[in-house]
C-alpha cells in the first residue's frame, strides 16, 4: 500500500541552524501540507502546496520557513533558524486530486531544538 | 473562521464497554469532518469522514460517527472497545476540496483502553 515517507524520525539541532526535514508524498498525488504538533497540543496546519507553488499557509509559517519540491518526488520543509520553540512533531500529508478527499499522512519527524 | 472542539481530554474506558468521543465544530460553511487516530509514535491514520449523504457514516475497527446539522455535531462511538483501541483520536474539518483542503483539528482525545 502506497504511502507518506518521512526523514528523519527524529532531528535534534541547536537553536539558530538550519534543519530540512523530508518527506515522499504518494506518488501521482497533487497536493501536499505540512503540520505541526508541538507537545501536548493539537494539530496546527502549516502550509499547503499545489502545482510546485504554496496554495495556504498560515500565520505560524513564517519568513524562517520555506517549502520546496526539488525534483518531482521529494517536499521538503526548511526552517532558516531554528528557535525553540519550533520543537514539535512535524507531519507531512499528501492528497490525491479534485474529488480526493482523504490526506494520507506520514508517521512525523520529531524535531528536538536544544 | 472554522474551528474544532472536542470537550474530552482524556477517556478512560474498561475494555468492551462502548465508548463515545465528542466533537463540535464551528463553521460557517458546509464542511468535511473527519476522525484520525495515532497509535503512539505514529503518524495519522483517518478512521472514517462525512462528505455528505448519510449522517451515519462508518468507518474502520468497528467506529462509527453521527453527523447532527443542527448540533455541529459529529461525535465518534464504538459499542465495544478493545485494548488496541488505546490512541489519541482527533476530530477535523476541512472545508471544500476546491480550496484546497486543509484540516483543521480538535485538541485530541486520549482514549484510554483498560482490561
Known amino acids: 500500500e502506497p504511502e507518506v515517507t518521512q526523514t528523519p524520525s527524529h532531528q535534534v539541532t541547536q537553536m539558530g541552524q538550519e534543519v530540512i526535514l523530508r518527506c515522499v508524498p504518494i506518488?501521482?498525488?497533487?497536493?501536499f501540507y505540512w503540520y505541526r504538533q508541538i507537545l501536548g497540543q493539537k494539530v496546527e496546519f502549516l502550509v499547503s502546496?499545489?502545482?510546485?507553488?504554496?496554495?495556504?499557509k498560515s500565520e505560524i509559517f513564517d519568513d524562517q520557513f520555506s517549502v520546496e519540491r526539488p525534483d518531482g518526488s521529494n517536499f521538503t520543509l526548511k526552517i532558516r533558524s531554528t528557535k525553540l520553540e519550533d520543537s514539535a512533531m512535524y507531519f507531512c500529508?499528501?492528497?490525491?486530486?479534485?474529488?480526493?478527499?482523504?490526506?494520507?499522512f506520514g508517521q512525523g519527524t520529531r524535531l528536538t531544538v536544544v | 473562521a472554522q474551528s474544532v472542539t472536542q470537550l474530552d481530554s482524556q477517556v478512560p474506558v474498561f475494555e468492551e464497554a462502548p465508548v463515545e468521543l465528542r466533537c463540535n465544530y464551528s463553521?460557517?460553511?458546509?464542511?468535511?469532518l473527519f476522525w484520525y487516530v495515532q497509535y503512539p509514535n505514529q503518524g495519522l491514520q483517518l478512521l472514517l469522514k462525512?462528505?455528505?449523504?448519510?449522517?451515519l457514516v462508518k468507518g474502520i475497527n468497528g467506529f462509527e460517527a453521527e453527523f447532527n446539522k443542527s448540533q455541529t455535531s459529529f461525535h465518534l462511538r464504538k459499542p465495544s472497545v478493545h485494548i488496541s483501541d488505546t490512541a489519541e483520536y482527533f476530530c477535523?474539518?476541512?472545508?471544500?476540496?476546491?480550496?484546497?483542503?486543509?484540516?483543521?483539528f480538535g485538541q485530541g482525545t486520549e482514549l484510554s483502553v483498560k482490561p
Open positions: 462525512y462528505l455528505s449523504g448519510s449522517t
Open positions: 500529508a499528501s492528497r490525491g486530486g479534485q474529488g480526493k478527499t482523504e490526506a494520507f
Open positions: 502546496f499545489y502545482n510546485n507553488e504554496i496554495s495556504e
Open positions: 506518488s501521482n498525488h497533487l497536493y
Open positions: 463553521s460557517s460553511v458546509s464542511v468535511y
Open positions: 477535523a474539518v476541512a472545508l471544500g476540496y476546491n480550496q484546497g483542503g486543509k484540516l483543521i
